[in-house]
């Protein structure tokens, strides 16, 4: 990059010989050799010099500057002359036509003024950027580059940062007919700021085609559009034309507009992407402007992508295949319909003329280097960086097929083998480092992964017996490596492709990479209760869990974003015991329910991307979770898959940590554009025709019931008389702790006081306890504790953000340290009251902070904390199991609905159902309270233990029943019998609305699923 002070002295260079000639003379004059003579000597000749000069000659150093700086201005205007005499005409003649067509003239003044600034340094490597901002708020960044090798593009982009609360709207790129110059021009348009939107006018060209096109002008000729009323007609032009700028309809070739307009529409409504290749002939003006050899459009349409990053692969993919861009385009187009309140949905039209770096590379749109190059582009916006990083950098032959099966088995397996050697697996990258870091280690890896698509490639699958017979071969090869972390790892990897039932490796469309996986393979203890199924989900930026204990089983998905790299290694050290834990949590919880416990994780690397575009990646790893899930349970899915299972399942998803509406609304209405059986039931929680758990506070509800019931039983205390306090974690802003703070306020005002509220962003303590209205006010604006204000407080309270070293230490410690007659966990990450420090929930005499624990939140407290804590506290700890069970049965529930009503019947009768929801929750937790309790002082033994008692008991009845009623018909008579049960169990109004028929033929169908048996 050059900078101003080389232009500068390039500049002042050039008058350095006049300027030397005025100091020679002047030396020659001065007393340079005054040093030889006296003083008097010195001063005759000083005095005779000057009377022998001519008044022309400077005689002081004010006139000598004035002199040269005249001097200096004619020579910088006659060079400047002579250099734009130069430098106008090659402009004219090198730059292609399309440049002056797409740049503004006055932009184009400023360009020729840096070109020849630059011009006598053309030869060398030498990039020069300039940066403009204009009044409308956008920036524009410009490089101009001496040359035109590959990758320059590439390169320029990677350094390429976005301004602030802008995006990148449009990206031009050009190359000088004679190869000398690379300009190449990036737009950022500030966010939400108002577009200038295409007139008719800007139209009229591709108008015009447009008539000519519907008049058969074009007949026989295979490169024009097909005429297609929907998206061609005027209605559906001014459509588009409302979201375009006005130099990308004047500006654009018609036809290629016609062809955008068509992939616009065909990737708007969904997150595909689209891409097409059109080889042009050596003889076209775009051909001639590349220098005659032989180039191909390349044009790619990818909805809701981050334009900047679709640029970066893109271009990355096309230079590692020793392409070069001679010419891009990019433009965002505004896409509303696929907005959510958070993100404004776009589609990015990207295209780019390419050509050979060298010979053999063949183009034509048909042949394999080229389906290969679009198969790539087309999936690049959802490969993760490690993935491009090992396929295009640091080993191009594996190609980016291998590396995404080595990178996702290598993110599969972390947990495991940290468990093994924490500090030789210490992260996914370390172990991705280790497999490449010789050539025969990732030789072997590469085999590995050719394995795997040999084994699903639906083409040509290979036989049992034949991979077999590689998988030994491989496996044997791996054990005398002599390298004992790299063996151990491969060794794994190898396990987990004979482990794997199905994937989407070979689905075309597919967003992530998912696999349906033996559960074996990541449980490895055999006395560990085993799970029914477990799937792994590889995407851009995450890696996702989906366990279940159950063939039908329900549970949320959560997302975990780690704020650090270290922490990030971590929660993937751990990732699938959380989803694990969690679902078997949710397996015990599940005892009021027809379905088993399942839980999802998605682990995001956050600390990997820049910090305002973390929530756009969280919202696309639950689109490709979702998609990719779909992908190996749609029926017609399948059917395209080499898939080993054999069997049909059916998934059921809840929202959970850091899942919003816009997520719901969109997994409901792609499993629906996926043809999922009755996609409404894919996810619960959905605003309109379902039982939002925030809005309506299900999970506090039952909580609520379970501290009433613990209270009374546990300590004596009657919280409608008896004053009582509590902390709880989990912020005002939250779902299970901001309703918490709701019901309590409502049904024990007078009662009950909260005097310690911890969250992620800052804590609030008060022995008195914290002013209720204030914590309503945080509840009702959603804001989290650190917005809590101090003036509530009294003299003993404290509020502070968790930004402060103090603030972070009183947080992380407030649910050890504040005293309160019982803790409410309702928000944490699992495990945070472990082995290792449950002692601190005591003091020196072994007295609880809290004598009474309800866990809101699921494994906040592990199994043996929970026993180390009753042992010596004698803490009554009611286990997650039973205390936040509402959620999951208000989403058995919002299925049952979904499954017997329409959505407009569902509206209808809402609100009565609502009530009637709430109404069973609240008795079935006061149920199980009571007969935990009961139990409790019956029998000798800790809380948790009899809370999971009664869910194994339950469980196994439900299981015993389930089989037994496999085969029952609705004619048979024990099934007449038993449907008054199934009646009565679910919400009154929608028994009433479904009738008995369609609730017997309803669950007939449901059940005539083919299943497995039920595992005990």
Not at 177 to 199: C, H, M, R, S, Y
Not at 443 to 458: K, T
Not at 589 to 608: H, R
Not at 849 to 862: H, K, Q, R, W, Y
């Amino acid at each position: 990059m050059i900078s101003a002070s080389r232009l500068r002295s390039s500049i002042q260079n050039i008058n350095r010989a006049s300027a030397n000639s005025v100091k020679a003379f002047l030396s020659r004059k001065r007393l340079s050799s005054t040093k030889d003579l006296g003083t008097s000597a010195a001063n005759s000749l000083q005095n005779e010099a000057r009377s022998d000069m001519k008044s022309w000659i400077p005689l002081t150093n004010l006139e000598l500057q004035r002199i040269t700086t005249q001097s200096l201005i004619h020579e910088v205007a006659e060079q400047q002359r002579e250099l734009a005499a130069k430098v106008v005409p090659w402009f004219l003649k090198n730059m292609p036509a399309s440049y002056f067509r797409r740049i503004p003239e006055n932009i184009r003044s400023q360009h020729v003024k840096a070109i020849a600034a630059i011009h006598d340094l053309m030869h060398s490597d030498l990039s020069l950027k300039i940066e403009t901002k204009s009044n409308d708020g956008s920036h524009t960044i410009t490089y101009i580059a001496s040359q035109t090798k590959s990758g320059i593009l590439y390169t320029q982009i990677q350094g390429l940062t976005c301004p602030l609360n802008c995006e990148l709207s449009s990206v031009q790129v050009f190359s000088s007919l004679d190869g000398e110059l690379a300009l190449n021009i990036f737009t950022f348009q500030t966010l939400n700021a108002g577009k200038k939107i295409a007139t008719a006018d800007d139209m009229s060209v591709v108008k015009a085609y447009l008539n000519d096109l519907k008049a058969g002008k074009f007949v026989g000729q295979p490169e024009a559009p097909i005429y297609d009323d929907s998206i061609y007609s005027d209605d559906a032009m001014d459509f588009f034309r409302q979201r375009i700028r006005p130099d990308y309809a004047a500006n654009c070739d018609p036809r290629r507009f016609l062809l955008m307009r068509k992939m616009y529409e065909q990737v708007r409504n969904n997150d595909a992407a689209m891409v097409q290749c059109e080889l042009i002939s050596p003889q076209s003006a775009d051909a001639l402007a590349a220098g005659g050899a032989q180039n191909a459009w390349i044009t790619i349409a990818s909805a809701n992508v981050i334009p900047e990053v679709l640029l970066r692969l893109c271009s990355a993919i096309i230079s590692s295949r020793q392409l070069h861009i001679n010419r891009a385009n990019l433009d965002s187009i505004d896409n509303p319909e696929s907005s959510s309140p958070e993100l404004n949905g776009n589609v990015t039209m990207l295209r780019l003329l390419v050509s050979a770096n060298k010979e053999g590379i063949d183009l034509n749109p048909e042949g394999e280097f080229m389906s290969i190059l679009r198969r790539d582009l087309k999936r690049a916006k959802w490969l993760d960086n490690e993935t491009t990083d090992l396929g295009l950098h640091k080993f191009p032959s594996l190609g980016l097929d291998r590396a995404e099966v080595i990178t996702a088995l290598c993110s599969m397996i972390h947990g495991p083998l940290y468990k093994q050697n924490s500090q030789a697996y210490a992260s996914i990258k370390s172990i991705i480092q280790l497999i490449n870091s010789n050539p025969k280690i990732i030789g072997m890896a590469e085999e590995i992964a050719s394995l795997f698509l040999q084994r699903f490639n639906p083409a040509g699958s290979i036989s049992d017996e034949v991979f077999a017979a590689k998988y030994k071969e491989l496996y044997e090869k791996i054990q005398v490596l002599h390298f004992d972390a790299a063996e151990v790892a491969l060794t794994k990897m190898l396990e987990v492709v004979q482990s794997v039932l199905r994937t989407n490796f070979f689905s075309e469309d597919r967003y992530a990479l998912s696999m349906r996986v033996k559960p074996t393979i990541m449980v490895s203890n055999p006395a560990a209760v085993m799970p029914f199924g477990v799937f792994f989900i590889h995407g851009r930026h995450f890696n996702a869990f989906h366990c279940r204990f159950r063939d039908i089983a329900r549970g949320g998905l959560r997302i975990v974003t780690p704020q650090n790299s270290d922490q990030f290694a971590l929660e993937s050290s751990r990732q699938f015991d959380e989803a694990y834990s969690l679902s078997y949590a949710q397996q015990l919880k599940n005892k009021d329910i027809p379905e088993g416990g399942a839980k999802g994780v998605i682990l995001v690397n956050t600390p990997s991307i820049e910090v305002n575009k973390r929530f756009f990646a969280m919202r696309k790893a639950v689109k490709g979770f979702a998609d990719s899930m779909l992908d190996l349970i749609v029926k017609d899915s399948i059917t395209n898959l080499v898939d080993l299972y054999g069997k049909e399942e059916l998934i059921y998803l809840g929202p959970d940590e850091q899942i919003i509406p816009s997520d719901i609304d969109w997994i409901t209405q792609r499993a629906g554009e996926r043809g999922y059986p009755i996609p409404a039931a894919f996810m619960s929680s959905k605003k309109d025709a379902g039982f939002n758990h925030k809005e309506f506070g299900v999970t506090s509800e039952g909580i609520v019931v379970y501290l009433d019931v613990a209270l009374r039983q546990a300590l004596h205390i009657n919280p409608k008389t008896d004053n009582f306090t509590i902390k709880l974690t989990g912020g005002p802003d939250g779902d299970v702790a901001g309703n918490l703070i709701r019901i309590l306020f409502r049904d024990y005002r007078d009662t009950c006081k909260v005097v310690g509220i911890a969250d992620g962003f800052g804590v609030a303590e008060d022995p008195n306890g914290l002013d209720p209205d204030e914590l309503l006010r945080l509840v009702a604006e959603s804001l989290p504790i650190s917005s809590y204000s101090k003036d509530k407080l009294s003299a003993t309270g404290v509020a502070m953000s968790a930004n402060s070293d103090e603030g972070a230490i009183r947080r992380n410690s407030m649910h050890f340290r504040v005293k309160s007659d019982a803790f409410i966990p309702a928000g944490g990450r699992p495990n945070t009251i472990n082995s290792d420090n449950w002692h601190l929930f005591l003091d020196e005499n072994k007295k609880p902070s809290s004598p009474l624990i309800v866990e809101g939140a699921n494994i906040f407290i592990t199994a043996d904390a929970r026993t180390k804590l009753f042992e010596n506290g004698k803490v009554a700890i009611v286990k997650d199991s039973s205390a936040n069970k509402c959620g999951v049965i208000t989403s058995s529930c919002e299925v049952a609905a979904s499954m017997l009503l329409s959505k407009e019947e569902f509206m209808s009768i809402k609100q009565e159902l609502v009530q009637d929801v709430l109404h069973n929750l609240r008795n079935l937790a006061r149920l199980e309270g009571e007969l935990l309790f009961r139990e409790y002082k019956n029998y000798p033994g800790q809380l948790p233990q009899f809370s999971e008692r009664i869910s194994f008991a339950i469980a196994k009845v439900t299981d015993a029943i389930t089989d037994a009623l496999a085969d029952v018909q609705p004619e048979d008579a024990l099934f007449k019998e038993l449907l008054p049960l199934i009646r009565d169990n679910l919400p009154k109004k929608l028994a009433d609305v479904a009738g008995l028929w369609l609730l017997a033929n309803k669950c007939v169908e449901f059940a005539a699923l083919p299943r497995e048996p039920t595992r005990s």
